[in-house]
């Protein structure tokens, strides 16, 4: 009996084994599960990271992630570590002309300070929340633009691949 149940260990060692071998050789395809960290760095400034929240989580190719990070964690797999550079083209896009409007400061609250530079939190008419940057202050308008803030930012992610399943 004792080497009955030796010889289960041993079986039960190699099942666990080979089970841990294969999660860790996924990479990262079309469909993949994946858990990742990572610490995103614009113009040299740290801008967001996942180290305090934990790991960000998404299927490869469902279109949740911006184009060049998607690509760029291709065929990676889980421990795997690298800094990925992702070009505007592949991130936010470049800002848009069209996307510069002007709004009449009257519909800012009022007492508000407005400056140039300022982020702020509007809804188009889907109930989507979208940010607007101020452009410029006039004296009975504000002119914002509506492209995304990191538009025309290259876009440097340090990745660390926790899972892939």
Known sequence: MRYF???LIVLFGIAIFSSQASAEEAIIH???KVAFEYTLTVDGKVLDSSIDRGPLEYTQGDGKLIPGLTRKL??????EEKTVEVAPKD???MPDPAAIKTVPLST?????????GMILQGQNNLG???PAKVVEVK???VIIDLSHPLA????IFKVKIVSVK
Request: charged share 25%; aromatic share 6%; proline share 6%.
């Open 108 to 116: 800012f609250p009022a007492g508000m300070e407005v400056k140039p």
């Open 5 to 7: 149940c030796e010889a």
């Open 139 to 141: 004296k009975d308008s």
């Open 152 to 155: 025309g930012k290259t876009l």
């Open 128 to 130: 989507q929340t979208i």
């Open 74 to 79: 291709e065929g990676m797999k889980a421990g």
């Open 30 to 32: 079309n469909g993949s």
């Open 91 to 93: 991130g936010y896009g």
